[in-house]
């Protein structure tokens, strides 16, 4: 079983940059994919980036690509989600995920592990 945590949300101007992080602990998570996805309220959960265990492989939402940069160490049991020229559009609450495929269309349903969530408010 694994436990995630993230942490380093909060809450920014657009334009900003906020660096989220996902501390892993429990399990083997070096050895697994990890992602984020992000929810507003009456929205589904939205895919945002994920990673391969190993760093080698990552995908991103149309929505976040260019702007967003997944990354993990797994010396420290850690995933990183740095997020640069954020917009009113990126506030949600974001949530780490592992155990999963490394894809741009990944569901919900196709990760094991989730954190509960660090609320990322970006004012205009």
């Known amino acids: 079983q694994v436990q995630l945590v993230e942490s380093g949300g909060g809450l920014v101007q657009a334009g900003g940059s906020l660096r989220l992080s996902c501390a892993a602990s429990g399990g083997t998570f070096s050895s697994l994919n990890m992602g984020w996805f992000r929810q507003t309220p009456g929205k589904e959960r939205e895919f945002v980036a994920a990673?391969?265990?190993?760093?080698?492989?990552?995908a991103y939402a149309d929505s976040t690509k260019g702007r967003f940069t997944i990354s993990r160490d797994n010396a420290k049991n850690t995933g990183y989600l740095q997020m640069n020229s954020l917009q009113p559009e990126d506030t949600a609450v974001y949530s780490c995920?592992?155990?999963?495929?490394?894809?741009?269309?990944?569901?919900?349903?196709?990760?094991?592990?989730w954190g509960q969530g660090t609320q990322v408010t970006v004012s205009s």
């Open positions: 990673i391969s265990w190993s760093g080698g492989i990552t």
């Open positions: 995920v592992a155990s999963g495929p490394v894809h741009k269309r990944i569901t919900p349903k196709e990760y094991a592990y």
